[in-house]
């Protein structure tokens, strides 16, 4: 007999030991007062994430 899983395949990421230990970080510094960083629009969260990984982020065109 192979048992049933109540956890569905494409999410059994979620319930990997290393993603739990994310999430426990994550409500601990929830629970601290820290809610990471906050953008004011879209382009500054791509030219953040530019800078983080040492690319240039050329101006986005505007309508």
């Known amino acids: 007999m192979i048992p049933a899983s109540t956890i569905?395949?494409?999410?059994a990421w979620?319930?990997?030991p290393g993603w739990q230990a994310k999430e426990r970080e994550v409500e601990e510094d929830l629970a601290h007062g820290e809610?990471?960083?906050v953008f004011g629009d879209g382009e500054a969260f791509l030219r953040f994430l530019a800078d983080d990984?040492?690319?240039?982020f050329p101006p986005l065109p505007r309508p």
């Not at 569905?8 to 999410?11: E, L």
């Not at 990984?53 to 240039?56: E, I, N, P, R, T």
Request: charged content about 20%; cysteine-free.
């Open 35 to 37: 809610r990471g960083l």
């Open 53 to 56: 990984a040492g690319l240039d």
């Open 8 to 11: 569905p395949p494409d999410q």
């Open 14 to 16: 979620f319930w990997t």
